[in-house]
């Protein structure tokens, strides 16, 4: 068996830049440990799966350790690779996803994606916190939903840039992953971020919609401004506009196709 595979860098106009995300368009659902083990040969930090639906696509992402229930980049990227690669014409796709329904919308070469908030609650400041990152973070927030996204702010931009995580530190927490921000005082933008989730196989991921989801609306709460500028500031850097209207985000940026080729099983 062949299937068809591409890959995008999503969240920046370069390639080589942003975050790489992988698509595997099906017919029909194969068995979750092929995808999976699909995933973990492509070694990026998601994989993505279609399968049409009625109305739009249903949309799966893996890790190479794990399935997640929401991916920003890859979802991104999927949308990309579906009007420039697979012949889709419409101006807006739905993706059925576990999270809900996902919607990507284009203007030209601009993709904006429309994802539900993810609410967040206070924690009371850990020492674990700081064993895990190595500075000590100001604020401490987690996701509503069980082991979710550990959300920490910082005083600094120059304090997230600069931080060297103990990734076993950061696994042993009891979350999906650890997103670090601050104001984006130095880097031209509203707020900066990190994202480190080594339980799900991925030390840093390089740009995440899906931490986005809960940093837009923190941000837009703490600066009183639904549009904000955002920048990733991995090694491999990425940037998005977020806006928040009501209980949704609005992310938008651009990808670069970097692959097209085929899988054999």
């Known amino acids: 068996m062949q299937l068809p595979i591409y890959q995008a860098d999503a969240f920046t106009s370069r390639l080589f830049g942003g975050n790489p995300a992988a698509l595997v368009p099906l017919e029909q659902w194969l068995a979750d440990d092929l995808l999976q083990a699909v995933a973990a040969e492509n070694n990026l930090s998601e994989t993505a799966f279609t399968v049409p639906g009625s109305g739009g696509y249903e949309l799966r992402w893996f890790t190479p350790a794990a399935e997640v229930p929401l991916c920003g980049h890859a979802t991104l990227a999927t949308a990309h690779l579906l009007w420039t690669e697979l012949g889709n014409e419409a101006a807006e796709i739905q993706f059925f996803t576990k999270s809900g329904t996902?919607?990507?919308?284009?203007?030209?070469?601009?993709?904006?994606?429309?994802?539900?908030?993810?609410?967040?609650?206070?924690?009371?400041?850990?020492?674990?916190?700081?064993?895990?990152?190595?500075?000590?973070?100001?604020?401490?927030?987690?996701?509503?939903?069980?082991?979710?996204?550990?959300?920490?702010?910082?005083?600094?931009?120059?304090?997230?840039?600069?931080?060297?995580?103990?990734?076993?530190?950061?696994?042993?927490?009891?979350?999906?992953?650890?997103?670090?921000?601050?104001?984006?005082?130095g880097f031209q933008c509203d707020f900066v971020s990190r994202f480190f989730a080594p339980n799900v196989g991925i030390d840093e991921d390089p740009v995440t919609g899906s931490a986005h989801t809960l940093l837009a609306p923190y941000w837009a709460a703490k600066l009183d401004q639904p549009h904000l500028q955002a920048r990733q500031i991995s090694a491999r850097g990425g940037e998005m506009i977020c806006e928040v209207r009501g209980q949704r985000v609005l992310m938008r940026g651009t990808a670069v196709t970097y692959l097209r080729g085929h899988i054999s099983l």
């Open 102 to 185: 996902l919607i990507a919308r284009r203007d030209g070469d601009e993709i904006t994606l429309d994802f539900p908030v993810q609410p967040v609650r206070p924690m009371p400041l850990a020492p674990a916190f700081t064993d895990a990152v190595g500075v000590a973070p100001t604020h401490a927030y987690a996701e509503l939903a069980e082991g979710g996204k550990l959300l920490l702010e910082f005083a600094e931009a120059s304090q997230v840039a600069d931080l060297q995580p103990d990734f076993s530190a950061v696994a042993s927490l009891p979350y999906q992953g650890v997103v670090c921000t601050a104001p984006g005082n």
